[in-house]
């Protein structure tokens, strides 16, 4: 696709969704902008082929925020109804919050071809500060290069100017299926610090 047609694809979006936390979340995990399939769902990696909630279930042995029947190894059949997909959701949301995760992504709105990362431009972040105050978050974990580069370079400076600049950002692999390279026993060790620290014990041997 030549840069001409880029941009004839390109549209703006709004995240179209709030975060998911309450003020005993531990640690904050965070994408860049949610995919189309998850801006329809209006929750966090809900496409059905990215890894982040197999590899959930897999750090913290449990797996509630699987569709019925899945494990973090095995596919499940995806719900095919608005009731069904709507109960996955409300599942990961609780999952999340018995875990002690926040979820959020760096970005309230931008330009985005379609789900390409590498494509946004005109990024605007959300307020990640108001959550991090409100909680008990002493961590945040950005999924993707892409999450990363945007933290680094429009979230820190807000962290910093808001006394927080003591909470560390690590950055972890994407799960989303274009990073085929990376396989999910090695994300699974990979994003492990995540139930680590979630769970209020020091990480160790890193």
């Excluded at 494509?119 to 892409?146: C, E, L, M, Y």
Aim: proline share 7%; with cysteine.
């Amino acid at each position: 696709m030549t840069a001409t047609e880029r941009s004839a694809h390109m549209r703006h979006v709004e995240h179209g969704f709030g975060p998911v936390w309450d003020a005993r979340s531990r640690v904050l995990v965070m994408g860049s902008m949610p995919s189309p399939k998850s801006r329809e769902a209006a929750f966090y990696y809900m496409h059905r082929f990215n890894r982040f909630w197999p590899v959930m279930a897999a750090i913290f042995g449990d797996d509630s925020c699987l569709p019925p029947g899945g494990s973090a190894r095995t596919c499940a059949t995806w719900p095919s109804t608005a009731d069904g997909l709507a109960d996955l959701v409300a599942a990961r949301r609780a999952f999340a919050l018995r875990h002690h995760l926040a979820l959020w992504d760096v970005i309230a709105s931008c330009d985005i071809t379609g789900a390409s990362d590498a494509s946004i431009r005109n990024a605007v972040p959300n307020d990640v500060p108001s959550i991090v105050r409100g909680s008990g978050v002493t961590h945040v974990f950005t999924t993707g290069q892409k999450a990363a580069q945007l933290y680094r370079r429009l979230v820190a400076p807000m962290m910093a100017s808001a006394g927080l600049d003591g909470v560390a950002m690590t950055a972890l692999p994407s799960t989303s299926p274009a990073n085929a390279g990376m396989s999910l026993d090695r994300l699974i060790e990979a994003y492990r610090p995540i139930a680590e620290l979630a769970a209020g014990r020091p990480v160790t041997g890193r």
